[in-house]
């Protein structure tokens, strides 16, 4: 029983710890090929991200203008002028970014 439980909890921890370093993976390629444009607050107020017209990530109301399927496909296809991110994330870093995204919506 001891055993069992002690198993389960090194799993649960492992998994926890998982999901941190995503998040954390996700906060750096943000602020390595996002954040020039889009800003480190997702509100899209940099020089570019105000040239391009980018949305604001902190708005629920833009939020909800796309689908999380969507930005995955924008971040490694391209959208717009925005270029693709194929040959620099992967699709699992891709779906932490949107997450990552998410997170900005107040």
Not at 97 to 100: A, D, I, Q, T
């Given at each position: 029983m001891k055993t069992t439980l002690?198993?389960?909890?090194?799993?649960?921890?492992?998994?926890?710890?998982?999901?941190?370093?995503?998040?954390?993976?996700?906060?750096?390629?943000?602020?390595?090929?996002?954040?020039?444009?889009?800003?480190?607050?997702?509100?899209?107020?940099?020089?570019?991200?105000?040239?391009?017209?980018?949305?604001?990530?902190?708005?629920?109301a833009a939020q909800a203008k796309f689908t999380d399927e969507e930005a995955v496909k924008a971040i490694l296809e391209g959208k717009g002028k925005m270029k693709g991110f194929k040959d620099k994330v992967s699709e699992a870093e891709a779906k932490d970014?949107?997450?990552?995204v998410r997170a900005f919506k107040k």
């Open positions: 002690s198993i389960t909890l090194i799993a649960v921890a492992f998994a926890l710890g998982m999901n941190s370093a995503s998040a954390a993976d996700a906060a750096a390629i943000w602020t390595s090929n996002c954040a020039s444009c889009h800003g480190s607050d997702g509100k899209g107020q940099t020089t570019m991200g105000k040239k391009q017209k980018v949305g604001d990530y902190t708005d629920a970014l949107v997450k990552h």
